[in-house]
């Protein structure tokens, strides 16, 4: 793959994830095994920013960022904890990464010299500690901009219009509704800003010594890229901020190496000067590329809300869901669905009808027959995002309501519900099942063979289960090997094979694509029923 004996792909991610905001580094050699792996954990070890989670979360409960130079000292930290192990900086060929998505970084006028001049004597924080125009940034859990997100759409033609353009309708933690905001109730830091980076460019700022680009996987989750041309689009541009283009910077494919990394590096780590830094992406798409995905394969990650990664061929944008550029091959696609009542409903189910045992669950599932005798049910404890409903809503083979199930119809009602709501949620948006598709899943549900049985014969695919505990941080060492090698069309998939595969968990059952096919439709039919109502505003994610 590459010539090197000692190549190393190096990758970092900013991550914030539901329980622990961290910094983490991994290092990864021509074989592509881990070679070096650690983190430094914002709260923990950085008291001084009295952040809780990494964040600040406002008096409105509606605002939520994070301090800006808290991220450039953990990477201080980080780097520092690396030197004084002994890791060897002057290995790495090239170095990529990930950031939470939709957070936003505001560059001060004149820091573009501070940035390729800092000295290798200062730590970075300190070089850098005058060169923000906002010093909190909004970040992903930020959903203070429902005015903006109005003002989007309308001014653009509609959610749905949005939506075809930028892949997304408004959503409040997007990206240019955050700068819609900032630059309508600050306007003096909006002018002072001569740059605008993603969390994932800002990153890549850093080790570039220069303003790195926005890659395009990472700039379709900002309501603001033409996601067919791969340029931003001007009546978003215009409808959110005045001079917003120039600020931004043009976005560049995902693969694309930006320069070699800043003298900095190399004066204080002993990085070579010949090592390349590789375009940053969003932590989502790096997901994608760490779960090293195909094309016609979905990632299902079945935790307490479940996640569909989806790779898509031809996509069509709803109102429902985010399509984005794919980060792997710039000429595809990548779709991202949320279900709220994942497995929190699951365990409500468990433990009303199985007296709170899997394994009694489990029997339940292996006790009834593939599509439930006609039987379906919709059940959504919180309010639910794909589709907008909530309750619990049961129907019996001749789409008659009803009040109750005996308990193992229950059971499977709710698995084969959730897995139909999947696959019918997908297809509105592009996807189509293939030969060669595989589902890879993962989180706490994906331990139970016969829930995942039910997942393949709902999808007629086999079930694949993964490790993703570093999924965005390994995407990113991927992506740094593959950016070496990708101008000469050696393709992702390529420059993975070498990487453990995934584990074959089930195959569909013999005539299981006969009895789901006519469900499905009854299914996505039955869903108009139960949806609150379909032009309301989207609930932040």
Known sequence: MLKSTRTRGHSLKLHQGRFRLELKVIAVDEQLAVIYEDKVYFDVDLPEFKTQGGVYIHSDRLTVTSPVL??????????????????????????????????????????????????????????????FSISNSPIWMDSSTAVQCSALEKAVGGAQHLATVTGSRAYERFTGNQIAKIYSQNPEAYMQTERISLVSSFAASLFLGDYAPIDYSDGSGMN??????????????????????????????????????????SQRYGFSPDCKIVAFTGDNPASLAGMRLQEGDIAISLGTSDTLFLWIQEPTPALEGHI????????????????????????KIRDSCASGSWDEFSEALSSTVAGNNGNLGFYFDVMEITPEAVGIHRFNRDNQKVSDFPKEVEIRALVEGQFMAKRIHAEKLGYKVMPRTRILATGGASHNKKILQVLSDVFNAPVYTIDTANSACLGGAYRAIHGLVAEMDVSFADVVKLAPAPRLAATPTAGAEEVYRPLLKRYAELEQKVICNPTSPSPAK
């Open 324 to 347: 984005l550029c794919n980060p792997v091959d710039s000429r595809m696609y990548m779709a991202l669905l949320c279900f709220k009542n994942g497995s929190l409903m699951r365990e």
């Open 224 to 265: 603001l890229l033409n996601i067919w041309d791969k340029v931003w689009s001007a009546s978003c541009l215009d409808a959110c901020a005045p001079g917003l283009k120039e600020k931004l910077g043009c976005p560049v494919p995902s693969h694309s190496v930006l320069g070699p990394i800043s003298p900095y590096y």
């Open 70 to 131: 808290m991220w450039v000292k953990a990477l201080d930290m980080i780097l520092e904890k690396m030197k004084s192990s002994g890791f060897d900086f002057s290995q790495v060929r090239a170095l990529s990464g990930a950031g939470q998505q939709h957070g936003s970084v505001y560059w001060k006028k004149g820091s573009i010299q501070k940035l390729k001049n800092a000295s290798s004597k200062l730590v970075l924080h300190q070089a850098l500690k005058d060169c």
